[in-house]
């Protein structure tokens, strides 16, 4: 799900490597694998396993810790922070309510509207076009938007109703926070102690490794 920005003295491609080589033919196989198997394996993954272990140290450091490997995990700069943020709510609502089942569904939404319909109601639209000098007279702009009218209408609602869906989300965020309540853990010590069990460790040095060469080559 690598987002990749090319540009030259012409145009700006810009495309997701997987879902629009696979939306060209199979949206289907993309649903399947972005929507359905993809949160379930993840949340099984960043929420279950990692946070069930990682809960001794305090709610706290179990959200950031989930939340921080998820987004190393997504393997670029574009997604991180998003990812990171992403996370770590999903990681607060799976503390809270016990139950992983919420946040697979809010995963599967996220990468639903995120995602999956973004690219499948863009698919016929040549969005880089847009962004060039390949329409930079009147009539060619025209002829565009009448040949692409109703994948531009689309479009724009959804647009619209991810901006209208972030905006109250990041509201009831912000009304929310004094409101969030953080258990301490089992285990408690100092900072770099605490650090010191939670990274220094095989398993994480290697993660680690794998999600800075995935870094470097997404900026190649």
Request: glycine share 8%.
């Amino acid at each position: 799900r690598r987002v990749l920005f090319r540009s030259d003295a012409t145009s700006l491609n810009m495309e997701f490597d997987l879902e629009n080589l696979m939306l060209t033919d199979r949206p289907l196989y993309v649903f399947l694998f972005s929507v359905i198997l993809a949160p379930i394996l993840e949340e099984l993954f960043f929420r279950k396993i990692l946070i069930d272990r990682a809960i001794v140290f305090g709610d706290k450091t179990a959200v950031i810790l989930s939340g921080l490997i998820f987004g190393l995990f997504h393997g670029n700069l574009y997604q991180v922070f998003y990812a990171f943020g992403v996370g770590c709510v999903l990681a607060y609502v799976y503390i809270r309510t016990g139950n992983i089942k919420y946040t697979i569904s809010l995963h599967m939404a996220v990468n639903f509207f995120g995602g999956f319909l973004s690219s499948l109601i863009t698919r016929n639209l040549d969005l880089a076009s847009l962004l060039s000098d390949s329409l930079n007279n009147a009539n060619a702009l025209t002829a565009y938007i009448i040949g692409h009218l109703g994948s531009l209408a689309a479009y724009g609602l959804y647009i619209i109703c991810v901006l209208a869906l972030g905006i109250i989300g990041l509201v009831k965020l912000l009304t929310s926070i004094k409101h969030l309540h953080f258990n301490p853990g089992e285990y408690s010590a100092p900072s770099q102690k605490m650090a010191g069990h939670l990274f220094k460790n095989v398993g994480m040095w290697m993660f680690f490794g794998i999600c800075i060469l995935e870094f470097v080559l997404s900026m190649i």
